[in-house]
């Protein structure tokens, strides 16, 4: 996509070799799969471990074999998995924002030491468990359970809609122990543990989901993510999905976009290319400018993680105005396409599909809309 | 082992070529410029034989100040450290390979990369020239290696077989697709290249061997043309290719 503001100048020397290091991977390893992957409806988990071999696994964090890149560079990263398709970044912002850095942040030394490594190189994956069945906007409501029994914990409960979770050796679990949130680490293979995919998905089909069932899941007390407590430690979490999803789906807005403006150029329709009908350039005009925006914004919002000093409103802005604005590209670009738009010899439909989940997930679209409302007013509008 | 790597900074193959107004030198601006595709076979071979031997590997290139940029790519790719030559005159081979000869020859490098050709010019001179001047040995587009006891085994694959040569060391050797799978650089050994040394060497030709007098555009294509219709066209549209378009 032409870089009319010179958006690139604005990154450092490492940041777009880490993004060109990122595209390359993609273009070599990914694309030439996707379409049979989605087809197929299959994560192909032997990516993972070329993930962790790039160091796209836990890129942020500066200790236990990763890298330690900014915010920004971590988020061009994002980009250009999604270029792909929004199950691989849906993977890595589960893996990094969800797992690792939980870990990381709330975890003992040793959960650290044990857990840390082995997800960095992609040799452990991991999953999420927050959302409920029953509980998916107002997590806060959860009815998954802890008690202590002697030097175990015992989980019951049901997960819903969980990222990664049938293919996870490690899950980082919340349920509520004495009443409080409380988050926990659950390996694959506990008794009382088991995580089967969701079928029937016509979105993410390149990304695992699935429901994760605690029945009387006994899991050892040194499970206890000792910092991990009350519904703040989960949402912190979730900030960091948020922005590797508000950078991430400015990937998929623009393959859909160089897509439908390379077709409008060829496409000979009453004698000259539909690009140059007024209608197709009004789109193609509208979609440069948000897509350009969504950059912007993002660029700013990775400065600001870095300095430490972004709001979670801030965050919840961008993945908001992002994902709205990836969603209309897609829709546009599918349009552009015509009839040869519905068919996934293109990429704009299976973009188009998964960006349906990426609005719905990590706060649906209209959550966001009642952080900012809040933000603004002061008066939580949720309930 | 002391291993070289000779890289050059190149427009990215997809680039639409635009041509300046003085119709002797493209335009760079919003050209993305890699590592010569050829170099990155040359950057991955030396980095095997440090990892299998020991030693270190140094990139070297001449270009302007914008190609340290492809330097740090191949320590980013596992590089230790590199030689940037401030030099314009990149279209000239002669040109390059002394500037290159000149900074080599004040090291002792056992071995010396590079890739079968630049992307850009597409000369495929620079290798073979650099070895004269050097005074080494020089095996072209090599697509397998092995060094032992102080020698060098490299195939060279041509239509229809294979050659296999052998050269003492030190020895200046071109690298060809097939020769191995090159690394992508990792966000580890991005992170890294920050912290390594580019020495800056000057430039040693005043005057380049050849000027670049003109470029222009290939001619447009025209549209078709239509000979006939049925079995009583073919003699025409035959002697067409033949002596008109001379394809067959």
């Given at each position: 996509?032409?870089?009319?503001?010179?958006?690139?100048?604005?990154?450092?020397?490492?940041?777009?070799?880490?993004?060109?290091?990122?595209?390359?991977?993609?273009?070599?390893?990914?694309?030439?799969?996707?379409?049979?992957?989605?087809?197929?409806?299959?994560?192909?988990?032997?990516?993972?471990?070329?993930?962790?071999?790039?160091?796209?696994?836990?890129?942020?964090?500066?200790?236990?074999?990763?890298?330690?890149?900014?915010?920004?560079?971590?988020?061009?990263?994002?980009?250009?998995?999604?270029?792909?398709?929004?199950?691989?970044?849906?993977?890595?912002?589960?893996?990094?924002?969800?797992?690792?850095?939980?870990?990381?942040?709330?975890?003992?030394?040793?959960?650290?030491?044990?857990?840390?490594?082995?997800?960095?190189?992609?040799?452990?994956?991991?999953?999420?468990?927050?959302?409920?069945?029953?509980?998916?906007?107002?997590?806060?409501?959860?009815?998954?359970?802890?008690?202590?029994?002697?030097?175990?914990?015992?989980?019951?409960?049901?997960?819903?809609?969980?990222?990664?979770?049938?293919?996870?050796?490690?899950?980082?679990?919340?349920?509520?122990?004495?009443?409080?949130?409380?988050?926990?680490?659950?390996?694959?293979?506990?008794?009382?543990?088991?995580?089967?995919?969701?079928?029937?998905?016509?979105?993410?089909?390149?990304?695992?989901?699935?429901?994760?069932?605690?029945?009387?899941?006994?899991?050892?007390?040194?499970?206890?993510?000792?910092?991990?407590?009350?519904?703040?430690?989960?949402?912190?979490?979730?900030?960091?999905?948020?922005?590797?999803?508000?950078?991430?789906?400015?990937?998929?807005?623009?393959?859909?976009?160089?897509?439908?403006?390379?077709?409008?150029?060829?496409?000979?329709?009453?004698?000259?290319?539909?690009?140059?009908?007024?209608?197709?350039?009004?789109?193609?005009?509208?979609?440069?400018?948000?897509?350009?925006?969504?950059?912007?914004?993002?660029?700013?919002?990775?400065?600001?993680?870095?300095?430490?000093?972004?709001?979670?409103?801030?965050?919840?802005?961008?993945?908001?105005?992002?994902?709205?604005?990836?969603?209309?590209?897609?829709?546009?670009?599918?349009?552009?396409?015509?009839?040869?738009?519905?068919?996934?010899?293109?990429?704009?439909?299976?973009?188009?599909?998964?960006?349906?989940?990426?609005?719905?997930?990590?706060?649906?679209?209209?959550?966001?809309?009642?952080?900012?409302?809040?933000?603004?007013?002061?008066?939580?509008?949720?309930? | 082992?002391?291993?070289?790597?000779?890289?050059?900074?190149?427009?990215?193959?997809?680039?639409?070529?635009?041509?300046?107004?003085?119709?002797?030198?493209?335009?760079?601006?919003?050209?993305?410029?890699?590592?010569?595709?050829?170099?990155?076979?040359?950057?991955?071979?030396?980095?095997?034989?440090?990892?299998?031997?020991?030693?270190?590997?140094?990139?070297?290139?001449?270009?302007?100040?914008?190609?340290?940029?492809?330097?740090?790519?191949?320590?980013?790719?596992?590089?230790?450290?590199?030689?940037?030559?401030?030099?314009?005159?990149?279209?000239?081979?002669?040109?390059?390979?002394?500037?290159?000869?000149?900074?080599?020859?004040?090291?002792?490098?056992?071995?010396?990369?590079?890739?079968?050709?630049?992307?850009?010019?597409?000369?495929?001179?620079?290798?073979?020239?650099?070895?004269?001047?050097?005074?080494?040995?020089?095996?072209?587009?090599?697509?397998?290696?092995?060094?032992?006891?102080?020698?060098?085994?490299?195939?060279?694959?041509?239509?229809?077989?294979?050659?296999?040569?052998?050269?003492?060391?030190?020895?200046?050797?071109?690298?060809?697709?097939?020769?191995?799978?090159?690394?992508?650089?990792?966000?580890?050994?991005?992170?890294?290249?920050?912290?390594?040394?580019?020495?800056?060497?000057?430039?040693?030709?005043?005057v380049p061997d050849i000027e670049v007098v003109k470029m222009e555009y290939p001619p447009q294509r025209s549209g078709g043309k239509i000979v006939g219709e049925g079995v009583a066209a073919v003699s025409e549209l035959v002697r067409l290719l033949h002596e008109e378009a001379k394809v067959i």
């Amino acid at each position: 996509m032409t870089d009319l503001y010179h958006i690139d100048s604005l990154f450092s020397e490492e940041e777009l070799m880490v993004r060109d290091t990122t595209r390359e991977l993609v273009e070599n390893e990914l694309m030439p799969g996707v379409r049979d992957w989605n087809r197929e409806g299959r994560f192909p988990v032997e990516m993972a471990a070329q993930f962790g071999e790039l160091g796209i696994l836990g890129a942020t964090l500066d200790a236990y074999g990763c890298a330690g890149v900014s915010y920004n560079a971590y988020g061009l990263m994002a980009q250009e998995l999604e270029r792909c398709d929004s199950g691989f970044r849906s993977f890595t912002s589960a893996q990094n924002g969800l797992v690792m850095y939980p870990i990381y942040h709330f975890g003992s030394e040793g959960q650290k030491e044990y857990w840390l490594p082995k997800l960095a190189t992609g040799e452990a994956i991991g999953c999420f468990g927050l959302t409920e069945p029953d509980f998916g906007s107002n997590p806060g409501g959860m009815i998954t359970t802890a008690r202590q029994e002697g030097h175990e914990y015992v989980l019951n409960g049901v997960k819903r809609w969980i990222t990664n979770g049938t293919i996870a050796d490690i899950a980082v679990v919340w349920a509520k122990l004495d009443d409080k949130i409380q988050g926990f680490l659950v390996a694959k293979d506990t008794p009382g543990f088991s995580a089967p995919e969701i079928e029937g998905k016509w979105s993410l089909r390149v990304s695992v989901t699935s429901d994760l069932y605690f029945d009387e899941c006994r899991i050892p007390e040194y499970n206890l993510l000792p910092e991990a407590v009350g519904l703040k430690a989960a949402l912190m979490c979730l900030n960091q999905a948020r922005h590797s999803i508000a950078w991430g789906v400015i990937g998929a807005a623009i393959a859909c976009f160089e897509e439908a403006l390379e077709y409008s150029k060829t496409r000979i329709q009453f004698d000259k290319p539909i690009g140059g009908f007024q209608l197709v350039q009004a789109k193609l005009a509208q979609i440069w400018t948000d897509i350009t925006k969504a950059q912007l914004l993002c660029h700013r919002l990775g400065s600001l993680m870095d300095a430490g000093t972004a709001q979670p409103a801030a965050i919840s802005m961008a993945k908001r105005n992002n994902v709205a604005m990836a969603l209309n590209t897609a829709r546009v670009c599918r349009d552009i396409l015509g009839a040869s738009g519905i068919v996934d010899d293109y990429h704009a439909i299976r973009h188009m599909n998964n960006l349906e989940s990426v609005y719905t997930y990590e706060g649906t679209h209209d959550i966001h809309t009642l952080i900012l409302g809040e933000k603004l007013t002061g008066i939580p509008a949720y309930k | 082992m002391n291993l070289l790597v000779c890289v050059k900074h190149v427009p990215d193959t997809e680039t639409a070529v635009r041509i300046n107004l003085d119709d002797k030198s493209i335009q760079t601006q919003d050209v993305n410029f890699i590592l010569n595709p050829y170099d990155e076979y040359a950057v991955e071979a030396a980095l095997l034989l440090k990892e299998a031997n020991g030693g270190e590997v140094t990139a070297i290139t001449m270009g302007p100040d914008a190609a340290k940029k492809t330097l740090r790519t191949t320590l980013a790719m596992g590089a230790d450290k590199a030689i940037h030559i401030a030099c314009e005159h990149t279209a000239d081979s002669g040109a390059t390979a002394k500037c290159l000869a000149k900074a080599i020859k004040e090291n002792d490098y056992d071995l010396i990369f590079c890739g079968k050709q630049a992307m850009d010019i597409d000369n495929a001179q620079v290798p073979v020239m650099l070895a004269e001047i050097l005074g080494l040995p020089n095996i072209s587009a090599i697509n397998k290696l092995e060094v032992a006891d102080g020698k060098a085994t490299a195939h060279r694959e041509f239509e229809g077989g294979v050659e296999v040569v052998e050269t003492s060391l030190p020895a200046v050797i071109s690298c060809h697709k097939g020769l191995n799978d090159p690394r992508y650089a990792s966000l580890k050994g991005i992170m890294m290249a920050k912290k390594k040394p580019i020495e800056d060497s000057g430039c040693s030709c005043s005057v380049p061997d050849i000027e670049v007098v003109k470029m222009e555009y290939p001619p447009q294509r025209s549209g078709g043309k239509i000979v006939g219709e049925g079995v009583a066209a073919v003699s025409e549209l035959v002697r067409l290719l033949h002596e008109e378009a001379k394809v067959i």
